[in-house]
């Protein structure tokens, strides 16, 4: 049987799972083909963090498929239903130079497994604003360094400050060993470049509170002040139950608050808290 060289570029090694298959012709953990898929387009959007929107909004761009399966996941229908439209990386482009000067920046959502196709695509596209890769976190350093050739701002979340979480509601043996250090990797290759309180380069650390989980984000603030006390931080209030999770309620107003309080005690002043309200199925968009 001829052995097949992982490095090869139709064998995906994108993310940590490194399933090293052709995605060609098979599906990866991501539930994905290679092929470019957008599950939903939204023009002029609002709803990330202000650094990012700008005045005229993001052009955000929710790809399909997921490296993680998150039980909790507000898009689930996204990250392993199927929904969306294959793009070619000529129709990609396209999507790009037509759209980039209506809006201040071009979001990425869940785009890892996808990263060679958008190499091959921003080769060809005369950027004009930043391009936000807006990551689950579940990164190696290696392809941070790839994409980092197109990628001004790096958008990830940093969910768990341990690996057991991973395990347990993610489907990932490995989620925080891998996700600190492609944050440092991160970090190194984009020190931040702010313009009126715009972000022309740098990364946004996004943390979700969990029900029930208060040490958990106290851990990962604690994390966030040993390792990254200058970059901007996002602590999120908005979970919200999609019935497939034993996380099956909102947040307690005491567990953010507790959260909050720990986050001000670090001086972690730098960065965004959501409003406790924000945890309402309005804010996940309709696929």
């Given at each position: 049987?001829?052995?097949?060289d992982v490095f090869d570029k139709k064998f995906c090694s994108a993310c940590p799972r490194k399933c090293h298959i052709d995605r060609t012709n098979f599906l990866g953990f991501c539930n994905e083909h290679s092929t470019l898929k957008i599950a939903k387009i939204i023009k002029n959007f609002q709803w990330e963090e202000p650094c990012i929107t700008g005045e005229k909004g993001a052009l955000a761009i929710?790809?399909?498929?997921?490296?993680?399966?998150?039980?909790?996941c507000q898009n689930y229908e996204i990250s392993r239903g199927g929904v969306g439209k294959e793009y070619s990386v000529e129709e990609f482009v396209k999507l790009i130079e037509e759209n980039q000067d209506s809006h201040s920046s071009i979001d990425l959502i869940t785009p890892t497994h996808f990263s060679d196709s958008l190499l091959s695509a921003f080769e060809k596209i005369n950027k004009?604003?930043?391009v936000v890769w807006n990551t689950n976190g579940y990164e190696t350093t290696e392809n941070i360094k790839r994409v980092s050739k197109f990628v001004d701002v790096f958008l990830t979340d940093f969910k768990y400050a341990n690996d057991n979480l991973g395990r347990?509601?993610?489907?990932?043996?490995d989620y925080f060993s891998q996700a600190l250090p492609a944050l440092k990797e991160m970090c190194k290759q984009k020190p931040d470049i702010m313009?009126?309180?715009f972000m022309k380069q740098g990364v946004v650390i996004r943390?979700?509170?969990?029900?029930?989980?208060?040490?958990?984000?106290?851990?990962?603030?604690?994390?966030?002040?040993?390792?990254?006390?200058?970059?901007?931080?996002?602590?999120?209030?908005?979970?919200?139950?999609?019935g497939k999770s034993k996380l099956d309620r909102k947040l307690k107003p005491i567990e953010y608050k507790a959260v909050i309080a720990h986050l001000e005690s670090l001086e972690l002043s730098n960065g965004y808290v959501q409003d406790f309200e924000s945890a309402s199925e309005k804010y996940v968009p309709d696929f």
């Open positions: 049987m001829q052995k097949k929710f790809f399909s498929g997921c490296n993680l399966r998150c039980d909790y004009k604003i930043p347990e509601f993610s489907k990932c043996n313009e009126n309180e943390h979700l509170v969990l029900p029930g989980h208060v040490e958990n984000s106290i851990n990962v603030l604690n994390i966030i002040n040993d390792f990254f006390p200058t970059r901007k931080i996002s602590v999120m209030s908005q979970f919200t139950p999609n």
